[in-house]
């Protein structure tokens, strides 16, 4: 990169860096439009940007071996604006260590307009999340958020998605009627199987005397011998189809559920690491647009339980809402549902909340709902 940026260029970056008013990100872009690029003519990463700033070369200093020595040759900047952008590159890591905490929702929100995942930046002026722009693609038009305001959209957004504690006690008892039904279908036909398994194992053992005694040839022998084998797989197999414990997807939907109806309670219980735990179980992504968020995509299992119909979950605020499910499709779901890392860090987490207890339905503990507002 040195061989190839003229003098003016660094000295312009160092001048421009010095007040402030800049990120890396931004230097690299404005740098580039004036001619500092790769030997590719590529735009410079933030990385290759830091680095020509702590070089001490151009301050007439060279590095061997471990240490500093006085160069011969012309420095291209001076002393005193060298260690002005010094401090401001200490500063800035200083203040991201500090605030990255305060980027909640950086790699979840997502711009409504260019569709990018918005970034973060600490900035004089404040904290803000924005798209972000690079020279290769048109700049997007909208507008610079607040971090504190977007993150306190995401708590009135938790209130708006999580369903009432009496539809998702509903939900519970009706989905906990589909299981025992199918329990009962799934008991009755497994004794079918069964009864066929043996049917079948007995014709099979009857064949190989028959075989023995030499009253089948070889080629009947084969044919029927064949058959019976099929039959035999084929109910095994749907034996092993149909043996699933209900009370596990059960069990499962009371984790899920009482976590649903309690988003907003933990948000505002939780730390910024336990917040972003949630954050991400909960959520795919968030869509922003005008300052606004104006829709979301759920992560699973609470996309089963969240849509825009009351009965099906809260409403929701947004053109394309989650989409709802039926009791049935809610069921099967749960049956074939494999969970998320994320969600099994945030069920590890609740562990630590003694607040935070399996939702009561009425085949297990009557009284009131274990959530304390």
Not at 107 to 130: D, M
Request: proline share 5%.
């Amino acid at each position: 990169v040195e061989e190839h940026a003229s003098a003016s260029l660094v000295r312009q970056a160092f001048d421009l860096f010095a007040t402030g008013d800049c990120s890396l990100g931004q230097l690299s872009e404005t740098m580039a439009e004036r001619g500092l690029r790769t030997s590719h003519g590529k735009l410079l990463s933030q990385q290759a940007i830091k680095t020509i700033l702590s070089n001490p070369y151009y301050v007439g200093t060279l590095r061997w071996n471990g240490r500093e020595y006085k160069g011969k040759h012309v420095p291209l900047v001076a002393p005193g604006l060298f260690f002005r952008v010094q401090r401001v590159l200490k500063q800035r890591t200083v203040d991201r260590e500090k605030g990255v905490r305060a980027f909640l929702l950086r790699g979840i929100a997502r711009c409504g307009s260019c569709e990018q995942k918005l970034t973060a930046e600490i900035h004089p002026r404040g904290t803000y999340y924005r798209c972000p722009s690079h020279i290769y693609a048109k700049r997007c038009g909208e507008p610079y958020i607040p971090v504190k305001d977007l993150d306190n959209k995401l708590k009135m957004l938790y209130q708006q998605l999580q369903p009432s504690r009496g539809t998702m006690e509903l939900l519970r008892d009706e989905i906990a009627s589909i299981a025992e039904d199918r329990q009962r279908r799934t008991a009755s036909e497994l004794e079918s199987l069964k009864q066929k398994i043996a049917d079948a194992e007995t014709k099979e053992l009857a064949l190989a005397d028959e075989f023995v005694g030499k009253t089948v040839s070889k080629d009947m022998y084969d044919r029927l011998a064949m058959k019976y084998q099929n039959q035999r797989k084929e109910a095994e197999a749907r034996v092993a189809q149909l043996s699933v414990d209900y009370r596990d997807p059960l069990d499962f939907f009371d984790k899920a559920a009482v976590t649903s109806t309690a988003l907003y309670y933990l948000h505002q219980r939780f730390r910024f690491r336990q917040r972003r735990t949630l954050l991400r179980a909960v959520f795919s992504s968030i869509s922003v647009q005008n300052r606004e968020i104006v829709g979301v995509e759920l992560n699973p299992p609470f996309s089963m339980f969240i849509g825009n119909d009351p009965e099906h979950g809260g409403n929701t605020p947004f053109e394309k809402p989650p989409i709802g499910h039926t009791r049935k499709d809610t069921f099967e779901q749960l049956v074939g549902f494999t969970p998320t890392e994320e969600f099994l860090a945030l069920m590890e987490l609740l562990k630590t909340f003694p607040d935070i207890k399996e939702l009561r339905s009425p085949d297990r503990v009557s009284g009131e709902h274990s959530i304390r507002e």
